[in-house]
């Protein structure tokens, strides 16, 4: 079944008759565009979420009081629904984030939905939000889910409310840090997160601390900061909002998602991809060092996808790595995406069909 979609990106039609949005597909890039709908629920007295809803998109209220905006204690996720070839949409292990909501939501004594209706809540609102998702090959619909909360406090004590809330947004392929070639900056001085912090969690409060370093790397014309751990300084973590990956002969190494680091879904599938196509893995440690002697280096994540890096600086000093369609990293590329946007068989029941 070939879906109904012009190349000039106006007025697209799909099968079921429904409309795309009236929007140049082509120049999508990943700016703010507000959707139809998002989805909303709150937490009972009881601590239990019961029923969500979907409502337009738009302001919420909150109290000013609410522990959120006080002191932090909120939660984000981040998938994409895919339009496929056939015209179908699909979005990609969504249990995975729905547990990983739930860790987050432990650690910081937030009501967690169940995995049951985080899925459904995200079907919902992707179906609501259906006009917005770029026809195949064009991008794909963001897809935010927060977790916070908003009841009122007035000591440290947790939320006696939790929202969730989803909401969508329809993006372009190339993410916007990473448009052209990854160029990264090691950062010595501040760590992104460190023991027993909060960097094994998506907490809503791990990006700002380290904004002001990420700015100053940009401005010296790096694309983003490549963090080492907060005790001994000399292993490598991740880059700001995403995992790293580094490949040496037949070897992929990636450091232990062991509290420090953001145990991502693509980090575990690519894991498992490369583990597939007779690549050793290995989750350890890896020094500065080793890095710098690497084959390959490369980031994963949802909004990045897999992104080679071209060059590391680290103390004035700076390498170049492989970077180009031959890559071990492109390879590894080609085949998630291949998956994700429903190319690729999906063997290991990872996609889950809206409809
Ligand atoms: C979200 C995130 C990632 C990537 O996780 P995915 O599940 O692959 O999208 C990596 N690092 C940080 C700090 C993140 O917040």
């Given amino acids: 079944m070939a879906a109904i979609i012009s190349s000039e990106g106006h007025n697209l039609q799909r099968e079921r008759g429904e409309a795309y949005i009236n929007m140049d597909w082509d120049k999508i890039g990943y700016d703010v565009i507000s959707t139809d709908q998002m989805f909303i629920m709150k937490s009972s007295k009881d601590g239990t979420f019961t029923e969500g809803m979907l409502i337009p998109f738009g302001p919420i209220e909150i109290n000013p009081n609410s522990s959120v905006l006080n002191y932090g204690q909120g939660l984000f996720e981040g998938m994409k629904a895919y339009r496929k070839k056939d015209g179908g ?10 547990m990983r909501m739930q860790m987050g939501a432990e650690r910081l004594l937030l009501v967690a939905p169940s995995v049951e209706q985080y899925v459904y809540a995200i079907k919902q609102v992707v179906l609501a939000n259906e006009r917005w998702i770029p026809p195949y090959g064009k991008g794909s619909l963001y897809i935010r889910p927060l977790l916070f909360g908003s009841g009122p406090v007035m000591g440290i004590s947790p939320s006696p409310e939790t929202t969730f809330l989803i909401y969508t947004n329809p993006i372009g392929n190339k993410y916007k840090g990473h448009a052209g070639e990854i160029n990264l900056l090691i950062e010595n001085s501040v760590p992104r997160a460190f023991p027993g912090g909060t960097g094994g969690i998506k907490n809503i409060s791990n990006y700002s601390p380290v904004l002001h370093v990420t700015k100053e790397a940009k401005a010296k014309g790096f694309t983003d900061v490549l963090f080492l751990d907060a005790v001994e300084h000399k292993y490598i973590e991740e880059v700001s909002s995403c995992n790293v990956f580094i490949l040496k002969g037949n070897v992929i190494s990636t450091p232990p998602a062991t509290g ?5 879904v693509t980090r575990k599938s690519i894991i498992h991809i490369a583990l597939d196509l007779g690549y050793e893995v290995e989750e350890r ?25 071209k060059s590391i600086t680290y103390q004035d000093k700076r390498v170049e790595f492989k970077i180009g369609d031959e890559t071990t990293s492109m390879k590894l590329f080609r085949m998630i995406r291949g998956i994700q946007s429903g190319d690729l068989e999906d063997k290991n029941g990872w996609t ?4």
């Fill in 260 to 264: 420090t680091i953001l145990p991502g």
């Fill in 89 to 98: 949409i699909q979005t990609f292990r969504p249990q995975e984030n729905a």
């Fill in 285 to 309: 440690r890896v020094l500065v060092e080793e890095i710098i002697e690497a084959d390959e280096v490369f980031c994963t994540g949802t909004a990045v996808g897999i992104s080679p890096v």
């Fill in 352 to 355: 889950a069909e809206i409809d």
